[in-house]
Nanobody, 123 residues
Framework: IQLVESGGGLVQPGQSTRLSCAVSGVTDGEYSIAWFRQAPGKEREGVSCITNIDGDSMYLDRVEGRFVTSKDKADNMVFLQMNSLKPEDTATYYC?????????????????WGQGTQVTVSS
């Protein structure tokens, strides 16, 4: 299983950006893809999650209403649309895959990870 993130970069506060996660090597079964982030000196936290079969999603309280996760019909790509960005959203963002039919946002349950992509929110 391979996960590759793209997108991000430097964004001004209040603006939007979209991250992409390319998923390969998953042949069948139920799974979920989550986005995590880790800021310098802080623990990694789960931001959002989406299941491959039903498209059910869940979000960290601090981003709900601003971030939206989605996937394409072929389940090859998962996206994180980030709106109304704040400086505290600055972090390295990772996508990760977990086998199973429901969403969770704790990193313990995820066995496959991407390499991460940096998002910096600053004026």
């Amino acid at each position: 299983i391979q996960l590759v993130e793209s997108g991000g970069g430097l964004v001004q506060p209040g603006q939007s950006t979209r991250l992409s996660c390319a998923v390969s090597g998953v042949t069948d079964g139920e799974y979920s893809i989550a986005w995590f982030r880790q800021a310098p000196g802080k623990e990694r936290e789960g931001v959002s999650c989406i299941t491959n079969i039903d498209g059910d999603s869940m979000y960290l309280d601090r981003v709900e209403g601003r971030f939206v996760t989605s996937k394409d019909k072929a389940d090859n790509m998962v996206f994180l649309q980030m709106n109304s960005l704040k400086p505290e959203d600055t972090a390295t963002y990772y996508c990760a895959l977990r086998r199973g039919s429901n969403c969770v946002l704790h990193e313990y349950w995820f066995g496959s990870w991407g390499q991460g992509t940096q998002v910096t929110v600053s004026s």
